[in-house]
T-cell receptor, first 111, second 118 residues
Framework: LAKTTQPISMDSYEGQEVNITCSHNNIATNDYITWYQQFPSQGPRFIIQGYKTKVTNEVASLFIPADRKSSTLSLPRVSLSDTAVYYCLVVPMDSSYKLIFGSGTRLLVRP | GAVVSQHPSRVICKSGTSVKIECRSLDFQATTMFWYRQFPKQSLMLMATSNEGSKATYEQGVEKDKFLINHASLTLSTLTVTSAHPEDSSFYIC??????????????FGPGTRLTVL
């Protein structure tokens, strides 16, 4: 499994765009990238996933460069409720593969 | 979206007793469910993979006789913490994968169960 590295914590202010970058130098050809969000005392919640280039949904965008050795989760105009831990995972396209969580990035959004 | 529930959401028990935690996929069938444990300020740690109709696969360092997992149906997996001790106090989270899902391994997580052992 490809190891991921992301900042331990980030601070931001309401209304700002937040970009969280994750490094995954050993990503394999059949791996894709997925991001989860976790609030205190809750289970993780899926945010977005992608294989290459850019993916956008109603919550976030995911930018993946051509070499796929990193990815950036972009949260537009964050609010206080976006304060959470964000996990970047690299997962093989295998129907039964387990998810291994790294340390995640603790995002604090200030008023 | 797909919903996974856990019961109970919170449990307090005495040392030496056993506690059962249920994980249910409410609107989909899950041939595979996963159990995680999370200590305060730490990441999720995968404990075991639960496969419907077969024995669970435990991660290294997880005692299978202490954490009993049963996946008797396509919508229910249970985790029993046997002879619980204070060090077993943690947040237990399950996840489930829709058996009809495509290539992407999207999993849906339950809300977690807070176990406190006195």
């Amino acid at each position: 499994l490809a190891k991921t590295t992301q900042p331990i914590s980030m601070d931001s202010y309401e209304g700002q765009e937040v970009n969280i970058t994750c490094s995954h130098n050993n990503i394999a050809t059949n791996d894709y990238i997925t991001w989860y969000q976790q609030f205190p005392s809750q289970g993780p919640r899926f945010i977005i996933q992608g294989y290459k280039t850019k993916v956008t949904n109603e919550v976030a965008s995911l930018f993946i460069p051509a070499d796929r050795k990193s990815s950036t989760l972009s949260l537009p105009r964050v609010s206080l409720s976006d304060t959470a831990v964000y996990y970047c995972l690299v997962v093989p396209m295998d129907s039964s593969y387990k998810l291994i969580f790294g340390s995640g990035t603790r995002l604090l959004v200030r008023p | 979206g797909a919903v996974v529930s856990q019961h109970p959401s919170r449990v307090i028990c005495k040392s030496g007793t056993s506690v059962k935690i249920e994980c249910r996929s409410l609107d989909f069938q899950a041939t595979t469910m996963f159990w995680y444990r999370q200590f305060p300020k730490q990441s999720l740690m995968l404990m075991a993979t639960s496969n419907e109709g077969s024995k669970a696969t435990y991660e290294q360092g997880v005692e299978k006789d202490k954490f009993l997992i049963n996946h008797a149906s396509l919508t229910l997996s249970t985790l029993t913490v046997t002879s619980a001790h204070p060090e077993d106090s943690s947040f237990y989270i399950c996840s489930a994968r829709d058996r009809l899902a495509g290539l992407y391994n999207e999993q849906f997580f339950g809300p977690g169960t807070r176990l406190t052992v006195l």
